[in-house]
């Protein structure tokens, strides 16, 4: 049986409960679109959404997900407390679907209503449903797909662990790399904190990096980089002198930078994807 639970805001003990019986909340499944393996740097196509797989396995994955309740375990919630419900989650068949709430959400308004005449409808509180789901748990492959991380952050607490910026250390230790030199007095406190999310990524790539792969490595963001870095050929480091082009160095490391076989067209990937 499908229904909708609602989880309320607050510090009460009990805050989950029922708010539909035998209710359909949303048509899309997710089935014939693409995942991705969470990333906090890719872009995704309208078709795509963001995955994390063994998700019963993650910290912030919600007790509702790995106890075994059913409908008949919730009890209803109370009028007086539908101004507090924080998300919703529709169990549909054998997948769950999350929808945060916001106070945007709740309408409260006279409307003009189209039946077999036209008539006034008196003003209401309502609630919109959005075309999808904020979020959506597959349970046949322990998975939960989404589209926005910042969506879905206060349903599983936590899971803003995925975006982790890197620490003062890590940047710093990236700051301080040998091909690095800093310029016009930028150091770690401009760094910005779309870079300090890349910056984790770069040392993860420069940790498994071997030695003589780094003067490649070089070379090829000099090639790509040439009107945007300058480089010091003698002590083979680039100066770095504003946010921007850390950027365009954290990018190079990541091998973003690539020529099209074709029209010979320089390109930069603001987002990427392996292929198996």
Sequence with gaps: MNYVLAHIKGHAHKKTFKLLSDTTLFDTHG???????????????SDSWFMVEEFKSKSFCLPLLTDESTSADFDNLEKVKFADINYLCA?????YYFQKVTPSLFVNRKTIAFGDVASV???KNQLVIKDEPDAIYLTATDQLIFKKL?????????????????????????????????????????????????????????????????????AYIHDYSDNTLTYDSSSEQFEISSDNELKTLLYGVEERFYTTPRGHERR???SVQKID
């Design 31 to 45: 089935d014939n679109a693409s995942y991705v393996p969470y990333a906090p740097d890719h872009n995704l196509d």
């Design 91 to 95: 169990v549909q068949g054998e997948n």
């Design 121 to 123: 409808a008196e003003s």
């Design 150 to 218: 910042s969506s879905i952050t206060s349903i599983f607490r936590g899971m803003d662990l995925l975006f982790k910026e890197a620490t003062n250390e890590q940047v710093n230790e990236f700051l301080t790399q040998s091909f690095v030199s800093l310029g016009n007095g930028y150091d770690l406190n401009k760094v910005s904190k779309p870079n300090r999310q890349r910056i984790g990524l770069a040392l993860a790539t420069l940790s498994e990096m071997a030695d003589e792969d780094k003067g490649e490595m070089l």
């Design 268 to 270: 930069l990937a603001n």
